[in-house]
């Protein structure tokens, strides 16, 4: 089982994300924690949101205050629907977050059934959970899951991968040649990409691009591939070095024999629809290019953005350093094309389903009242240890502009308050 955690700041868009799913019959809500249910069963990004709104108005100093978490069973593996809510509750639980607010949705739009816990990082006092190791537990609590409801293990050899680090060249230090030839040997081995694009984004994390050479000689067609060194810039500081100097493995011809078997290999990797949503996910969740990369670093996946001379975003790539592998933004998905984010971050049209586009609620009140009162309900929740003076920051159901609101209280935060 493969867990992704989100970190983010944007409450709205992580629950509009999943009750897109929902309200589309891709997905249902397994559970509630610490959240009250409705009269009728049913309900809506704003009634979700207002149930965050104690917690997100508590903040003292934390920056990002969305947890957006991600569990994805083997495609191989029949879980069902009380197990996903134990195994959601078990990992909350052992992660710190079992006495906060979050909601458990099960997604069902692609082929790895899975579910998408939002929650935050805030508790009710406003101070923060902490948050260190998060992703060493995560994994060990992953690995016991696996073995308590029989799941298919994350193989050793993907973890492996994900732990293999190549150090990027620096020409100031000298050698030139030997710095590539550490890297282009030996990362086939560990990665897999289909076309020299995909290729040269991989070889950017570490200062090193490649180009083909198409030409004739003697009458005969000459196909090869030369390496160069980059600086931090992206400019090329070095002479070119042939392919030839570096092994086999380097050359044009068993490149493409790798880029043919990755193919194959990526068709029916899991990773793919995960990365997919954790895409989609950070387009719903971040503002602008620089936001939306973070995110996704975050999470061990680096992005790549290829632009011309104009400025136009011609290509987007994306590393999954967890599952070694390395996608074109239109291979995860048709709609995930690099004019996409050309028309958003160029052109300033994002992506991003509007509330009142969705077959959500639309509205800034509450549509499916709580079969208790939300201010009654939190404060008997947490009666022993808070002030109650902070629920009159929770807006009345009625008549107010719950995003107007919100949008105070985070202005107030700005000015009164340090981030750290």
């Given at each position: 089982?493969?867990?992704?955690?989100?970190?983010?700041?944007?409450?709205?868009?992580?629950?509009?994300?999943?009750?897109?799913?929902?309200?589309?019959?891709n997905?249902?809500?397994?559970?509630?924690?610490?959240?009250?249910?409705?009269?009728?069963?049913?309900?809506?990004?704003?009634?979700?949101?207002?149930?965050?709104?104690?917690?997100?108005?508590?903040?003292?100093?934390?920056?990002?205050?969305?947890?957006?978490?991600?569990?994805?069973?083997?495609?191989?593996?029949?879980?069902?629907?009380?197990?996903?809510?134990?195994?959601?509750?078990?990992?909350?639980?052992?992660?710190?977050?079992?006495?906060q607010?979050?909601?458990?949705?099960?997604?069902?739009?692609?082929?790895?059934?899975?579910?998408?816990i939002?929650?935050?990082?805030?508790?009710?006092?406003?101070?923060?959970?902490?948050?260190?190791?998060?992703?060493?537990?995560?994994?060990?609590?992953?690995?016991?899951?696996?073995?308590?409801?029989?799941?298919?293990?994350?193989?050793?050899?993907?973890?492996?991968?994900?732990?293999?680090?190549?150090?990027?060249?620096?020409?100031?230090?000298?050698?030139?040649?030997?710095?590539?030839?550490?890297?282009?040997?030996?990362?086939?081995?560990?990665?897999?990409?289909?076309?020299?694009?995909?290729?040269?984004?991989?070889?950017?994390?570490?200062?090193?691009?490649?180009?083909?050479?198409?030409?004739?000689?003697?009458?005969?067609?000459?196909?090869?591939?030369?390496?160069?060194?980059?600086?931090?810039?992206?400019?090329?500081?070095s002479?070119?070095?042939?392919?030839?100097?570096?092994?086999?493995?380097?050359?044009?011809?068993?490149?493409?024999?790798?880029?043919?078997?990755?193919?194959?290999?990526?068709?029916?990797?899991?990773?793919?629809?995960?990365?997919?949503?954790?895409?989609?996910?950070a387009?719903?969740?971040?503002?602008?290019?620089?936001?939306?990369?973070?995110?996704?670093?975050?999470?061990?996946?680096?992005?790549?953005?290829?632009?011309?001379?104009?400025?136009?975003?011609?290509?987007?790539?994306?590393?999954?350093?967890?599952?070694?592998?390395?996608?074109?933004?239109?291979?995860?998905?048709?709609?995930?094309?690099a004019n996409?984010?050309n028309?958003?971050?160029?052109?300033?049209?994002?992506?991003?389903?509007?509330?009142q586009?969705?077959?959500?609620?639309n509205?800034?009140?509450?549509?499916?009242?709580?079969?208790?009162?939300?201010?009654?309900?939190?404060?008997?929740?947490?009666?022993?240890?808070?002030?109650?003076?902070?629920?009159?920051?929770?807006?009345?159901?009625?008549?107010?502009?719950?995003?107007?609101?919100?949008?105070?209280?985070?202005?107030?935060?700005?000015?009164?308050?340090?981030?750290?």
């Amino acid at each position: 089982m493969i867990a992704k955690i989100g970190k983010g700041s944007n409450m709205y868009g992580a629950i509009l994300y999943n009750q897109q799913k929902v309200e589309k019959e891709n997905g249902a809500v397994l559970l509630l924690n610490k959240i009250p249910d409705t009269v009728d069963g049913r309900y809506s990004v704003a009634y979700f949101n207002k149930c965050f709104e104690p917690y997100l108005s508590a903040n003292i100093r934390t920056e990002k205050t969305v947890r957006h978490i991600s569990l994805n069973p083997d495609p191989k593996d029949k879980v069902s629907d009380e197990q996903f809510s134990e195994m959601a509750q078990e990992y909350m639980k052992r992660m710190g977050y079992g006495n906060q607010p979050y909601i458990v949705f099960k997604h069902t739009d692609i082929d790895r059934t899975h579910i998408h816990i939002v929650s935050t990082c805030v508790g009710i006092d406003g101070k923060k959970i902490p948050d260190d190791y998060d992703h060493p537990r995560s994994m060990a609590i992953c690995r016991d899951l696996e073995t308590k409801y029989n799941l298919h293990k994350a193989t050793e050899q993907e973890q492996k991968q994900a732990d293999k680090i190549f150090k990027p060249v620096n020409h100031k230090n000298g050698d030139i040649k030997s710095q590539i030839a550490s890297v282009v040997r030996h990362l086939p081995k560990y990665y897999q990409y289909t076309s020299i694009g995909t290729y040269n984004a991989l070889l950017s994390f570490v200062n090193i691009t490649a180009e083909e050479i198409k030409g004739e000689r003697n009458g005969e067609p000459v196909h090869g591939l030369v390496y160069f060194a980059l600086n931090d810039k992206g400019e090329k500081v070095s002479n070119p070095f042939k392919a030839s100097l570096f092994g086999k493995d380097a050359g044009i011809a068993q490149l493409q024999k790798h880029f043919e078997q990755s193919k194959e290999k990526m068709k029916t990797n899991p990773a793919r629809s995960v990365l997919k949503n954790v895409v989609e996910l950070a387009i719903h969740t971040t503002d602008n290019e620089k936001e939306f990369k973070q995110q996704l670093a975050e999470q061990n996946i680096q992005t790549v953005v290829r632009r011309n001379d104009s400025g136009r975003i011609y290509g987007i790539t994306f590393i999954d350093n967890g599952s070694s592998t390395v996608w074109n933004g239109s291979q995860l998905d048709r709609n995930l094309s690099a004019n996409l984010f050309n028309e958003w971050w160029n052109n300033g049209n994002k992506p991003e389903l509007k509330a009142q586009d969705s077959p959500v609620s639309n509205s800034n009140t509450i549509d499916h009242q709580p079969t208790k009162d939300l201010f009654e309900f939190i404060s008997q929740e947490h009666s022993q240890s808070l002030d109650l003076g902070l629920f009159s920051l929770l807006p009345d159901a009625q008549g107010v502009d719950y995003e107007e609101e919100q949008f105070a209280n985070r202005m107030k935060k700005k000015v009164n308050k340090p981030k750290v």
